[in-house]
């Protein structure tokens, strides 16, 4: 399933690349993207709840956009993650087979991604392909998307669907490979935006994952009542959905407000409510600057197959000691500054700033930076 996934995918690559690069371009738009993303905590699940989350990661990214006369769009990304984790290498036992807290393990995670998108009327039409590899799985996809303008381009209907094949090697907790597992995902979305005036745009959306194949993950363990330690379980299939409302609001030139509210649920007994605003504060000056602090709140009621170690038995069809299953509840604020210019071949730079904080100790601080020319 996974080579006959990378067959379609390539195809497609070998089927639009020299066709759109065969027309001629109206312009070339650039993005550099990097992000810095430290984390820290005491509930690590690759140690069965206890030890170190402590982790960095640097992502850098480009993105580049080509135009064609013909109203061809094309877009391609690519980017890494580096990752260096505590946790990750405490999968290492020692001669009496306990964990030790050893030098931290650097990870890398490459990808890749292809999009190409056409307006015909009112309709625009797109597919997409993509490549991510780390040292544990590897993944293509590949994606169609559609939306519709309607009612003097006041409405719009879009739609999305995705697929993924995964392929997973199965490090368990004593540091061995047993071999590989598959793992399919199929994304789907469907939105509606309005615009009721010219100062406020709206959005309602609404998101449904079909997984199945390996979802666990073999290096996490749990710690039994027993004192045992063994590799989580969780079932091989998973549904989630996700209903999302926008609202973006321009009080005045210099005041808009960006919002929104996400409800999800999925068949693992989770449920999660989310609220996030964005006042922008335009600052002075002949560029577009704006000034942002970021504001977000969630709140989620975890699944059954969550334990804090030694609270399940053997016996016990699934369990985990990953608090990403759990209950918990979170904010996350920050700052944001961003310049628009209409001169020169930089057009746009960004920064933000972000901390997370979650109530069963887990923090973390994201610094992004983004920058946007022309050639």
Not at 20 to 40: K, M, P
Not at 362 to 367: A, D, E, K, R, V
Request: hydrophobic share 35%; net charge negative; with cysteine.
């Amino acid at each position: 399933m996974f080579l006959a996934t990378r067959l379609l995918c390539i195809s497609l690559l070998l089927f639009l690349v020299p066709r759109l690069w065969a027309q001629e371009n109206q312009g070339v738009e650039i993005d550099f993207l990097a992000s810095y993303y430290d984390q820290d905590g005491d509930h690590s699940p690759v140690t069965g709840g206890r030890g170190s989350e402590e982790l960095q990661s640097i992502s850098p990214v480009f993105l580049v956009k080509y135009t064609t006369k013909s109203g061809w769009n094309l877009n391609g990304s690519l980017g890494a993650d580096n990752i260096t984790s505590a946790s990750t290498d405490n999968i290492d036992l020692d001669a009496n087979g306990v964990n030790l807290s050893s030098a931290s393990r650097v990870d890398n995670r490459v990808f890749a991604n292809l999009a190409a998108s056409r307006a015909f009327g009112s309709q625009t039409w797109g597919g997409s392909v993509g490549f991510s590899k780390e040292y544990d799985y590897r993944s293509i996809s590949a994606g169609l998307n559609w939306a519709w303008n309607f009612n003097g381009k006041n409405n719009t209907l879009a739609a999305a669907v995705t697929r993924y094949q995964d392929e997973v090697e199965l490090y368990n907790i004593d540091g061995n490979v047993d071999g590989t597992e598959d793992r399919e995902t199929t994304d789907l979305s469907l939105s509606l935006t309005h615009v009721f005036s010219p100062r406020t745009v709206g959005m309602i959306e609404w998101s449904i994952s079909d997984q199945s194949g390996w979802l666990s993950s073999p290096f996490q363990e749990v710690i039994l009542q027993s004192g045992e330690h063994v590799q989580e379980h969780l079932p091989d299939a998973r549904t989630r959905n996700a209903l999302r409302l926008s609202l973006n609001h321009a009080f005045s030139e210099g005041l808009v407000l960006r919002s929104y509210a996400r409800y999800y649920d999925d068949d693992w007994d989770i449920t999660a409510t989310s609220l996030e605003i964005e006042p922008h504060f335009r600052l002075g000056g002949d560029a577009k600057r704006w000034l942002y602090p970021i504001l977000r709140w969630h709140s989620q009621d975890g699944s059954n197959y969550f334990g804090l170690p030694e609270t399940f038995t053997a016996a016990d069809a699934y369990y985990t000691a990953d608090r990403d299953l759990s209950t918990f509840d979170s904010m996350k604020f920050g700052l944001g500054y961003e310049v628009q210019r209409a001169q020169g071949r930089i057009k746009r730079y960004q920064v933000r700033a972000t901390y997370y904080d979650r109530d069963d100790g887990l923090t973390s601080f994201n610094l992004s930076f983004g920058l946007g020319f022309t050639l």
